[in-house]
């Protein structure tokens, strides 16, 4: 039976191709969908096991409450939440699933993983870390989500890094790449992710909403999907 989603953000870039991608998937039913030009429900929402919000700051505090009354998992790939709303997502998980993912791609959550392992490998003594991303001028935030995701993975692993080693470039029509890069003595280690398409974050996102679920209440990863042990 396909899974049943309720689309946060559906008007968005990532909405649109989200919604595309699930309409030649069997495995997946938009049984709602909202957006900035119409506020109002399109669908059957508290027929929804997922919500998935691409959407913005108020559109992800709205998801929230929406779970709430629809008792559904919350998938949210919106980038730049606030405290307060981060905080609302970690009580949310005490009843609802929850996936926090500021990237829904594949090839990313394995580079997190990898990210940690080098980290914890290599060691921080010998070793200098930096983060280098690039996104499309029309971007807001800086850093972005997946580059905090990433310097959370190098923190996992014991390389803490400085604020001022994460560097954010916004220019042209970049979809998105990150860099980490890891200097040694005589030796350098880089770890990047190039997209291409927003597709792979659409396939990624139904990926994850698909494994989500019917999840026991928690606070979940891409690389939980993935499940990087």
Known sequence: MAVRIALVGA????????????????????????????????????????????????????????????????????????DDILTGLRGLATTNAVLVAPNTSLGVAVARHLTKTAARLLGAAAWQVDIVESHHNRKKDAPSGTALALAKSLGEGGMKIAPDQIHAIRAGDTVGEHEVRFAGPSERLHIMHQAVSRDLFAAGALRAAKWLAGRAPGLYEMEDVLDCA
């Open 11 to 82: 008007g968005g870039r990532m909405g649109t191709r989200i919604d595309a991608l699930a309409g030649v998937d069997p495995d997946v039913e938009v049984v709602a969908r909202f957006h900035r030009e119409n506020a109002a429900q399109t669908g059957l929402a508290h027929a929804a096991q997922v919500i998935v919000d691409f959407s913005t700051v108020e559109g992800a505090r709205a998801s929230i409450e929406l779970a709430k009354a629809t008792h559904a998992a919350l998938l949210v790939g919106t980038t730049g939440l606030s």
